[in-house]
């Protein structure tokens, strides 16, 4: 079992920096690709990011490429999402996702979630 808890989210500003930090415990962090999600009410949850268990893969929604970043430290068992230059259109609960070994994009493809931290971007 993979405990996950997301954090930083917030109202920002449009343009703002905020960074999400979501901890993991319970299995070896470092045995898991993971992924950052977001959903707004009435439609799916999408993929944003994903970085694999070694930290030597990433890959992004193509909407947020060159604007979000996703970076892990497993030393200390977190996984960072970096969103530059936000849009009113990125407001959405955030949620991180833990799957073994290899990245994937699909929700279906991740075993473990958190709880989800929500975004809101002001105009």
């Known amino acids: 079992q993979v405990h996950l808890v997301e954090s930083g989210g917030g109202l920002v500003q449009a343009g703002g920096s905020p960074r999400l930090s979501c901890a993991a415990s319970g299995r070896t962090f470092s045995d898991f690709a993971m992924g950052w999600f977001r959903q707004t009410p009435g439609k799916d949850r999408e993929f944003v990011a994903a970085i694999a268990a070694n930290g030597r893969a990433t890959y992004y929604k193509q909407s947020v490429k060159g604007r979000f970043a996703i970076a892990r430290d497993n030393a200390e068992n977190t996984v960072y999402l970096q969103m530059n230059s936000l849009k009113p259109e990125d407001t959405a609960i955030y949620y991180c996702?833990?799957?073994?070994?290899?990245?994937?994009?699909?929700?279906?493809?991740?075993?473990?979630w958190g709880q989800g931290t929500q975004v809101t971007v002001s105009a």
């Open positions: 996702a833990a799957r073994p070994n290899t990245l994937a994009t699909l929700t279906g493809e991740y075993a473990y």
